[in-house]
């Protein structure tokens, strides 16, 4: 599915899929941008979708990480093994080395292949992938170490985010991270959303849902305002 010129989704809910993955055609190739699966392997649907716009997946030079969440990074070790340079930030590399519990296997009661990053990329770092500068933004709550990437196409400020939030149907409103994992943290989640919340942002391009094309800032505020009202804070009487 081409979202926008140069942007595909090749996993995700058209494809009756838990879990959005992107591909980026880039001036000397592709770039992947979160690629896993949930209860059954689905690196074939994200081959699938890529011949279908005349793509080949042995020409993905960079795969990007957003989280180490089994549905967001179990395909790593696949395509690592062709070629593929894998980016992340620390701790989405040491939980993907490691393969443990950050990695939440355990949700879905199956064992994620370990797999090494080959770049680490630090908040406010850019990373040249094929002539496409990817930047990341630490956003650290849901998973302590879940990055969103922010690339600039056409004068559009694109934020890839993960699951940073789910957008829900028509865009209306937005859903928050998952709290499942054993780094999910909630007071740093609220000054995530709070930070990104004031930050320029085009279009959001979310783990799971819709993507919000030219209603990347509102859907931030959206979030931040329900982190702001749904969530107890210290000293509160909802406590």
């Known amino acids: 599915m081409q979202i926008m010129p140069g942007v595909y989704l090749v996993n995700g809910f058209p494809y009756g899929r838990h879990q959005n993955g992107y591909l980026l055609k880039t001036p000397s190739g592709l770039v992947v941008i979160d ?18 716009w005349g793509f080949d997946v042995r020409n993905v030079s960079h795969l990007f990480v957003t989280h180490a969440h089994f549905d967001h990074s ?18 989405t590399a040491d939980a993907m080395a490691a ?15 370990p797999c090494q990053a080959d770049v680490i990329i630090h908040d406010n770092e850019t990373v040249d992938a094929g002539g496409l500068s990817v930047r990341g933004i630490a956003a650290p709550g849901h998973a302590r170490g879940l990055m969103v ?19 829900g149907t ?6 928050l991270g998952w709290p499942g994992g054993p780094d999910y943290n909630r007071p740093v989640y609220l000054e995530t959303l709070r930070r990104l919340a ?9 783990g799971h849902g819709p993507p919000g094309i030219g209603l990347g800032k509102r ?21």
């Not at 690629?35 to 279908?52: H, K, P, Q, W």
């Not at 922010?150 to 699951?163: A, K, P, Y």
């Not at 004031?198 to 979310?206: I, K, N």
């Open 99 to 113: 393969g443990d519990d950050r990695c939440i296997g355990y949700a879905m009661a199956r064992r994620f292949e």
């Open 170 to 175: 028509e865009c209306g409103s937005v859903e």
């Open 35 to 52: 690629s896993g699966d949930m209860e059954e392997e689905s690196f074939d649907t994200v081959e699938g979708a890529c011949r279908l």
């Open 219 to 239: 859907l931030m505020q959206m979030a931040y305002t329900a982190a702001m009202v749904d969530w107890p804070r210290e000293g509160s009487a909802a406590q």
């Open 74 to 91: 179990s395909h790593a070790a696949r395509f690592r093994s062709t070629g593929t340079t894998i980016v992340a930030s620390q701790d």
């Open 149 to 167: 990437f922010e690339v600039m196409l056409s004068d559009e400020r694109l934020w890839f985010c993960g699951d940073l939030l789910k957008v």
């Open 198 to 206: 004031h930050m320029e942002c085009d279009t959001l391009l979310p």
